[in-house]
Structure formats: C-alpha cells, structure tokens
C-alpha cells in the first residue's frame, strides 16, 4: 500500500504546475527552435560570421537544438502524463534522460572549448589564426560531440559488469566538474591579462591604433560568451546540486513540482543564447534582422 502511494506521488503533479509548465516548455521549444536556427542561417550565410571562432557557436547552437527540438518536447510529454494521467511515462522518461544528459554534457564542453578559444584570442593575439584554424578547432568540436556521447553508450550498450551504473555516474560528473574548472580558469587568465594590460598601456601612455581595435573587438566578444556562461551556470547548477550530482543525494526526489521547475529552467538556457548574441554581438544582430526581413518577404 505505501509503495503504490509512494508510487502514485512520483507519477502525480499538481494540475496548476503542470499548465504552468507546459506553458513555458512550449514557449521555450518554440523560441529556442527558432534562434537557435536563427544562429546556424547567419553564420552559414554571413560572410563576416564565417570565422573559425564562431563555428564553435554553431556547433553549440546544434546542441541547443537537441534540447529544443528533442529534450523539451520529451518533458512536455512527461509533465502532460504526470499533471494530466498521474503515470510517470518510463519510456519517454529513459529518452528524456538521454538527451538531457547529452545536452548537459556538450553544451559545457562547448564552454571549455569557447573559453579556450577567447584565452588564445586575448592573450596571444597573433598565434590565435594559426591556433583555431589549425586542428584546434576540430579537435574541440570533436571532444565536444565524442565525449557526450559515449556515456550514454556506455551505460547502454556495454555489460554493466563491464562498467556499472555508478561508474557512468562518475565519469559524468567528473567531466562537469573539470570543465568548469577550466572554464573559470581560462576566463581567470583572461580577466589577469587584462588588468595587466590597461597597468601598462597606462605607463606607456601610447599604443598602436590597429591592435587597440583587435584588442577591443576580442575582448568585446570574451565578454558576450562570459555572459552566455553565467547564464549556464544560472540555469543549470540548481537542478545539479538539487540532484545530488556532487554529494550523490538528491535533495528532490520526493518534491515532484519542484524537481520539473528546476529542469525547465535548465532547459530554457537552450533558448538564452541566441538573444545574448543578439544584444551584445553587432553584427548577429544585423544577420538575424536581414534573415527575419528575407523571411518575411517570401
């Protein structure tokens, strides 16, 4: 009888948060779609967004894509059984599982890969040509798509003799773990370098006109992604130490309602970063107005 309630409390969610939440699931599917396609078309058609740095914001805008177009509508399938059935929906709960492992995972992979990219960028200038469209670039977008993936065929395909569920849950949260110390690192050196930077020029009273501008282009889109970065973090770490990814005990496994809040907003980071582009990246903000003004006109 107590395992059937337990059961039933699991599987239940209070009418009010189930509209709730499918509400804004839908919006953020939706708007998430949209950008996230809006940042593939104008890199893709825009002559002065075809750099190498910013392939590695196409490629994130892809997994935000995953989430959006996979992940989102997975939990609105979720929460519309649980609000509306009181059933939990296994099967659509084992592949929401997988998707929000895998965006979780590559999208802060494509963190580190971005704040490395801002660090050669701002720091070394001259050698960040040679360093991002060398095989830099595809190394990262490698490890960025490679590592996500084998996880979940870890823990599905080989033995779990081989390799149990608790190592899976390791290596999962080691990978997090040591990516956010390198992106606060890279971001770290990066601010370092700056301050030493402006103590100088203050000294030398004199710089040359063409790597100030350099300087200032750079430092200007270093800053936008650190931007895209706290809203990451924002969005994502509540639902991660809610479930108990560092301490190992979920803090919100009895608490339902909650425990979808804090997926939502984690999800909705995948809609975030188009409009972070938008407001502080001049020249996406022009490709997405001449792409929506050529939509429009068909």
């Not at 939502?264 to 975030?272: E, I, Q, V």
Request: hydrophobic residues 55%; aromatic residues 12%.
């Amino acid at each position: 009888m107590n395992e059937s309630l337990e059961k039933a409390n699991r599987c239940s969610l209070p009418m009010a948060h189930g509209i709730a939440l499918i509400t804004i699931n839908g919006i953020v599917c939706v708007l998430g779609s949209l950008g996230n396609l809006l940042v593939c078309l104008a890199i893709a058609t825009n002559s002065r967004l075809r750099r190498a740095s910013y392939y590695l914001l196409f490629s994130l805008a892809i997994a935000d894509l995953i989430v959006t177009l996979i992940c989102e509508p997975l939990l609105l399938g979720v929460i519309s059984s649980m609000a509306f059935f009181n059933e939990c929906a296994a099967s659509l709960h084992v592949a929401y599982f997988i998707s929000f492992h895998l965006s979780c995972t590559t999208s802060v992979l494509h963190m580190v890969a971005i704040s490395l990219d801002r660090f050669v960028a701002v720091v070394f200038p001259l050698q960040h040509r040679k360093f991002i469209e060398g095989c830099a670039l595809k190394v990262m977008l490698t490890l960025s798509w490679s590592i996500p993936i084998l996880a979940p065929a870890l823990r599905y395909i080989v033995p779990r003799a081989v390799f149990p569920g608790s190592f899976i849950k390791f290596l999962r949260m080691t990978t997090f773990a040591v990516s956010y110390f390198f992106i606060f690192f890279f971001y770290i050196l990066i601010v370092a370098f700056l301050l030493h930077q402006r103590k100088a020029r203050k000294q030398l009273g004199t710089r040359t006109v063409s790597v100030k501008f350099t300087s200032r282009m750079e430092v200007r889109v270093a800053y936008t992604l650190a931007v895209a970065m706290g809203a990451f973090t924002a969005c994502w770490i509540p639902l991660i130490i809610a479930m108990g990814f560092f301490t190992g005990k979920p803090f919100v496994k009895q608490n339902i309602h909650l425990l979808m809040w804090l997926r939502t907003l984690a999800l909705s980071n995948s809609a975030m970063n188009f409009l972070i582009y938008s407001a502080k990246i001049r020249e996406f903000k022009e490709a997405f107005v001449s792409i929506i003004r050529k939509m429009l006109r068909l």
